[in-house]
């Protein structure tokens, strides 16, 4: 059975960082591009980063290219996301996605974990 | 303002048929990029409904299915059910962005 386990969220001042972590298992992670989603409160999903299945690619939005830092660790089966400057509007729950192959070109979505919220606020 | 519009909200009796739409543009769903769903039940993650445009996973019944043209894409909901109660999201991949679009979701009321 695939899980993802998102964690490292909390409530952060502006300007301020985290690293986001997601433990996967039930699958063979290193065959598979993985993504961080987000949602803001009350709002609609967002796709944030995606990495391929070896690492060697990343992608990032516009909204935070620069700031956030995707990464995998694929000897602990393990996705990151360091988020840097933190804004208001970075709050959101923050959830990590499997995708159906290892590249991220055109990919969807099918397993996701349960999210982890970082809230930015002073 | 999503890249993929959707409409914020439909509603049906329980045993009809809904379809919820998702409209995007000739760098998106236009270009032959594939539209998939997901529905998200109130306080859960998001789940995959339809991928590839009208291909369900194992598990999710056929009551649920999609359709795509042009520079839009369709999910229908036949038989509704109390259960069906969600919010859903179309997503596909944007070519000027480089990145994955979602719609800015569709929230559906059983009545």
């Known amino acids: 059975e695939v899980q993802l386990l998102e964690s490292g969220g909390g409530l952060v001042q502006p300007g301020g960082s985290l690293r986001l972590s997601c433990a996967a298992s039930?699958?063979?992670?290193?065959?598979?591009?993985m993504s961080w989603v987000r949602q803001g409160p009350g709002k609609g999903l967002e796709w944030v980063s995606a990495?391929?299945?070896?690492?060697?690619?990343?992608y990032y939005a516009d909204s935070v290219e620069g700031r956030f830092t995707i990464s995998r660790d694929n000897s602990k089966n393990t996705l990151y996301l360091q988020i840097n400057n933190l804004r208001a509007e970075d709050t959101a729950v923050y959830y990590c996605?499997?995708?159906?192959?290892?590249?991220?070109?055109?990919?969807?979505?099918?397993?996701w974990g349960q999210g982890t919220l970082v809230t930015v606020s002073s | 303002q999503s890249v993929l519009t959707q409409p914020p909200s439909v509603s049906g009796a329980p045993g009809q048929r809904v379809t919820i739409s998702c409209t995007g543009s000739?760098?998106?769903?236009?270009?032959?990029?594939?539209v998939h769903w997901y529905q998200q039940l109130p306080g859960t993650a998001p789940k995959l409904l339809i991928y590839?445009?009208?291909n369900r996973p194992s598990g999710v019944p056929d009551r649920f299915s999609g359709s795509k043209s042009g520079t839009s894409a369709s999910l229908a909901i036949t038989g509704l059910q109390a259960e069906d109660e969600a919010d859903y999201y179309c997503?596909?991949?944007?070519?000027?962005?480089?990145?994955?679009?979602f719609g800015g979701g569709t929230q559906l009321t059983v009545l």
């Open positions: 996605a499997k995708g159906p192959w290892s590249g991220y070109y055109r990919a969807y979505f099918d397993y």
């Open positions: 039930g699958f063979t992670f290193s065959y598979y591009a």
């Open positions: 997503q596909s991949y944007d070519s000027s962005l480089s990145g994955s679009v």
């Open positions: 000739s760098s998106n769903i236009g270009a032959g990029y594939d």
């Open positions: 590839g445009n009208n």
């Open positions: 990495i391929s299945g070896s690492g060697g690619s990343t």
